[in-house]
């Protein structure tokens, strides 16, 4: 038999594509070995498919490995798998057309990256081609599962290929790589391995490197959950999530159906973000059929959950899918919500089974959480689960969850109600809670600033509207059974109707309205919110963003001062400016700064101490 050579051209496509990686992509030159890993660990896993169903494949003995060869005399390097191999047909198809589907995209964008930075280009997967960033010239030698006789593939780059019979190969493929002279780095051992480390650590075959298998970490979340042993999950989060530690939470969960997915997600011990370190990345690798398609993955979750580490693996996505592609992929999306909706509820199952561990990931972790209710609606049912707030009937210290209100609320009551303030002292000495406390109604206390956007954002839980305590419109479901003891006096009608208008007139600009508060019971005043969308927590928060120069164009909000009638205080003014209308000035002044305070907003200082000071003379002249 006479060996038969045949020459061809590549297709026209895949010349502008060994255009663009020959003479665009020298940079990124780690790329190719990554291309070739994984074409042969794709070849092995085809080759493990086949051979399930297969009643005859060639060379059943091989053991399934991928074997790096280097030569530093002859500056190759030569990669070896046994996997399905390739017939002469499909050595001309496979190696001199572009399998990609929707190329032509792909080629336009590859070419706009490579023209732009060429340090993007390592994002795309440039596949078998990219041998031509390190070589000049490329060899494969392949011989097919079916046994068919083996072929060498041969070729320079230049537009065109050769391939000729080559006797004697066992099954799979070995590519020889001829390396240029600006990359004899790759013919070293060093050099080599340290990219296998980076990119292929998970390939589910032994990569051996001059005899010495390199890859020891396995593709852990591809085997059962009944397999592996905690050890093994803590090293492997050690090694993905450069952790010196163990994780607070581990989620390794599997899906068939819709998607294909295996995902190992962990929730780390310490959150380095509000350590001060800085804004972390996103901390997910995606993998498909455990070849890492995009490090660091933005798309594959959402920004709030960049503090998770793993490995998210899908075998529904395509392997040579380029990063931009990913992020507007229909597919990608899908696995994102399903990965996400199941890791909420894997957190809320973790806070039902042991609620202090729970408590401790939201006092580190909880700060995403909350931003993810700012910034994603979509998951907000599963977010709102999520939030623990320390209330009027919880332990100081100890945060619940809305559920846990919604279970203790009366049938009468259809509100969930909160106030924010400093600390649970401040709100608890405060005016707000006053009729809380008296109508046995609890109340959530939200002790960060940010809490009331969060609330805000959320809106409802289990179907009951969140609602401020400064709000001016509340109305509180009343407590009967305190009704007899509510019989201070108040102040009578006409007495009540002069004070009211004379406030209002007194304090001019300062305030929308004075009205008689139904809900005080002690405090002499309050201010309470008109808009029904600020707390006035926020406009401290946006007035205080506006002075470093963040404009919000968001005017102060129009508030009430609440008065309560039947304080002594407020009915002595009734007297007291028909008889000193100045001072009684003074004091009404006084009590409307008092209120804003304890509203959380700001007063002018120095002319509260003035005022003060005139009122303390004339106490002790008395
Ligand atoms: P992709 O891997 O995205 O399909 P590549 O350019 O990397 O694109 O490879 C093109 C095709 O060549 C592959 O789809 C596969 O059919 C074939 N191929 C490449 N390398 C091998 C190999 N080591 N063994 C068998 N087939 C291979
Ligand atoms: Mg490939």
Known sequence: MTAKTTSHE???????????????????????LRELISNAADALEKFRHESLTAEQVFDDHLELDIKIKLDEEKNTLTITDTGIGMTRAELEANLGTIAHSGSNTFLSELAEAAKKDVSLIGQFGVGFYSAFMAGDKVTVKSRSWDGSEGCCWESEGTGTFTIADEPGLHRGTTIVVHLKDDAKDYATKWKVESIIKQYSAFVPFPIKLEEEVVNTVQ????????????????????????AGDEPMYKLHFSADAPLAINALLFVPKENFEIMGFGRVDPGVNLYCQRILIDQHSENILPEWLRF???VVDSEDLPLNISRQALQDNALVN???????????????EESKKDEDAYLQFWKTFGIYVKEGITSDYEFKTELGKLVRFESSKSEAGKAISLADYVLRMGTEQKEIYYINGPSRAAIESGPYIEMFRKNDIEILYTLEPIDDFV???LGEFDGKKLVSADRSDIKLPENTENKEEDSKDSLDEKLSGDLLGWMKAALGSKIADVIESKRLVDAPAMIVNQDGYMTSTMERVLSASRHEGNLFGQESSKKNLEVNMKNALIQQLANLKDED??????ALAQIYD???LQAGLNVDPLAMVERNYRILNRAVRK
Do not use: C, P
């Open 581 to 586: 209308e100045e001072f009684a000035k003074e």
């Open 308 to 310: 998770l580490k793993g």
């Open 219 to 242: 593709a852990l979340w591809t085997r059962s959950r009944s397999e592996i042993s905690d050890e093994e999950y803590n090293e492997f989060y050690k090694f993905i999530g450069n």
């Open 334 to 348: 899908k696995i994102r919500k399903v990965i996400t909706k199941r890791f909420l509820k894997f957190l809320d």
């Open 10 to 32: 590549f297709q026209a496509e895949t010349k502008k594509l060994l255009d663009i990686v020959i003479n665009s992509l020298y940079t990124e030159k780690d790329v190719f």
């Open 594 to 596: 008092n209120a804003m």
């Open 455 to 457: 609330l805000n954002h």
